[in-house]
């Protein structure tokens, strides 16, 4: 191989299988070679595919990034180059790496605690001359392979096994935004059921339109997934149609974004009929520009019948048309579900009892503070978007005024599009609300920014000109001091009326309801002031 090599000014490379017989041999240029179209069937985690690389160099260089990166995807069992002494042809030192097996993940920590860094996926064995090589290669494939069925399988008693998920920024303006909102994104994955298993940020001064993020970088992704188990690349924005062709050409790995995420967490918690109709509605507009035609022929079959003219439809728009049929019956359905609830609204507007409706950021806590008010026990969990299907409940205030509480939907910034048109009529019931009481999660360090981003949307919805208090929660493993320099934000920067509570505190909620009565008090028939109902 040196020889010829040499001769050639070529590198010149052979994959072998374990038995010896050289499976294929690839003839490059003087600074790389290309390895063979393995398909994209991906082997399993626990093992390797049973081909080691050997290939020259001519330069006298070291092991390549790209001979790492053809190690990594194509899960070889080693990759060894034979540098080539141009003087005489001879081969000079024969240099060797395999993949190392990664620590398994349980919920976003390894097997001992710590982190895994993700520069850390090979070894390097001992460079050697062709006449010295003593490794026993049988023995050290048995004994990686044996280490990764051990990694790929080991978790921790009473401990879940999901999908294993790595999630991806791109940060073109500020960075403490961007991580922060890949924070919020790993809280949406542990929602939608993913163990996250690492999470990076790429930096880019113009993001990449094709695939977001760099060949290289995607390079090192599609390694990390494949050391780590993952089966789930999310991204933290929304990808157009193409770029996630793009992504899906040059990896087998599941791709879904933000918003797709998003969709994936309200299908699994809607439970009303109008909630999964609404879910199902996003889903399908979310879906039908995604359609696309694609590398499997069953996009291209035509579906004209026997006697119609010209080839008929393709399979492609017979989906689409589906999707949109399908798009327009959901709108009706949606829509008459939604004349229904304006007619209950205009009912309860009948009775002159005031509506307050509970907004604010997903997890903020608002349906927990439903259940304490009311003594109601809707369904309320430590997670985003635990709520979906607007509840409504009777309350009894100071003043001995009666009044309905709604809990809500929770927002989020960047909000999909779809979501926010398929829920409006259910947003709707928050446009006939006499008071909005904006819960905010007090101990959260981005409390500030989802105030801004809760306004945001309500100012889109048109909601902004009713009255609001804003309810600062969790005030109980909130850091008094934050509670206080938020107030003082509130109360100074935006003219808010603000009060500090804890959900699950009633005698914190004393002050919430006197403020809530004393808004309500030309409501009340008599302005006598009766005991508190509940609290």
């Known amino acids: 191989m040196a020889e010829i090599s040499n001769e050639t000014g070529r590198q010149i490379g052979?994959?072998?299988?374990?038995?010896?017989?050289?499976?294929?041999?690839?003839?490059?240029?003087?600074?790389?070679?290309?390895?063979?179209?393995?398909?994209?069937?991906?082997?399993?985690?626990?093992r390797?595919?049973?081909?080691r690389c050997v290939h020259t160099h001519l330069a006298g260089?070291?092991?390549?990034?790209?001979?790492?990166?053809?190690?990594?995807?194509?899960?070889?069992d080693l990759m060894s180059v034979i540098q080539v002494d141009r003087r005489n042809g001879l081969p000079g030192q024969i240099l060797s790496a395999h993949i190392l097996p990664g620590k398994r993940r349980a919920n976003g920590q390894t097997e001992d605690g710590t982190d895994v860094a993700p520069s850390v996926s090979f070894a390097f064995l001992e460079p050697a001359t062709a006449h010295r090589l003593e490794i026993d290669f049988e023995d050290l494939i048995r004994s990686l392979e044996a280490e990764m069925a051990r990694v790929s399988g080991s978790v921790r008693p009473g401990v879940k096994l999901r999908e294993r998920a790595i999630l991806v920024g791109v940060a073109d303006d500020l960075a403490g935004d961007a991580e922060d909102s890949l924070v919020e994104l790993a809280e949406l994955a542990d929602s939608a059921g993913l163990d996250v298993a690492d999470a990076i940020i790429q930096r880019r001064r113009q993001i990449d339109p094709k695939t977001l993020i760099g060949r290289g970088k995607l390079d090192e992704l599609l390694i990390r997934s494949m050391q780590l188990g993952a089966d789930i690349l999310v991204f933290?924005?929304?990808?157009?149609?193409?770029?996630?062709?793009?992504?899906?050409?040059?990896?087998?790995?599941?791709?879904l974004d933000r918003p797709q995420l998003i969709l994936?967490?309200?299908?699994q918690r809607a439970q009303s009929r109008e909630g999964k109709l609404q879910v199902e509605l996003a889903q399908l507009k979310y879906m039908l520009p995604r359609l696309i035609l694609g590398q499997n022929s069953a996009f291209s079959r035509l579906a004209g019948g026997i006697g119609g003219r010209g080839p008929g439809e393709t399979k492609l728009e017979t989906d689409r048309r589906r999707v949109r049929d399908r798009i327009v019956y959901l709108e009706k359905q949606v829509s008459d579900l939604g004349r229904q609830r304006s007619e209950r609204r205009k009912r309860r507007a009948n009775r002159s009892v005031p509506i307050i409706s509970l907004v604010g950021y997903?997890?903020?806590?608002k349906s927990t503070l439903l259940n304490t008010l009311t003594q109601s026990s809707v369904y309320s969990e430590q997670k985003m978007f635990a709520t979906l299907d607007p509840t409504s409940r009777r309350l009894r205030l100071p003043y001995d005024q009666e009044v309905v509480i709604n809990d809500t939907v929770g927002f989020i910034r960047d909000l999909p599009e779809t979501l926010v048109a398929a829920f409006r009529a259910t947003l709707e019931e928050i446009s006939q609300s006499d008071l909005l009481v904006h819960l905010v999660d007090a101990s959260n360090p981005q409390a500030l920014n989802q105030v801004a981003s809760v306004e945001r949307i309500l100012a889109d919805l048109g909601l902004d000109s009713i009255p609001q208090i804003i309810?600062?929660?969790?005030?109980?493993?909130?850091?008094?001091?934050?509670?206080?320099?938020?107030?003082?934000?509130?109360?100074?920067?935006?003219?808010?009326?603000?009060?500090?509570i804890s959900a699950i505190d009633k005698r914190s909620l004393v002050a919430l309801a006197e403020r809530i009565g004393t808004k309500f008090m030309h409501f009340s028939p008599n302005g006598s002031?009766?005991?508190?109902?509940?609290?």
């Open 264 to 267: 994936d967490i309200f299908a």
């Open 362 to 365: 997903t997890n903020a806590g």
């Open 471 to 500: 309810a600062l929660n969790k005030t109980d493993i909130a850091d008094p001091q934050t509670v206080a320099a938020l107030r003082r934000t509130l109360e100074l920067d935006r003219k808010a009326d603000s009060v500090a």
């Open 48 to 51: 390797f595919r049973g081909l």
């Open 61 to 76: 260089e070291p092991l390549t990034q790209d001979d790492l990166t053809d190690l990594a995807l194509l899960r070889l």
């Open 14 to 46: 052979v994959l072998i299988d374990r038995k010896g017989h050289i499976e294929y041999v690839m003839v490059g240029d003087a600074k790389r070679i290309e390895m063979p179209d393995f398909g994209r069937v991906r082997v399993g985690l626990e």
């Open 236 to 255: 933290d924005r929304e990808l157009t149609p193409a770029q996630v062709r793009a992504l899906s050409e040059v990896t087998d790995l599941k791709i």
């Open 529 to 535: 002031e009766a005991a508190y109902n509940h609290l």
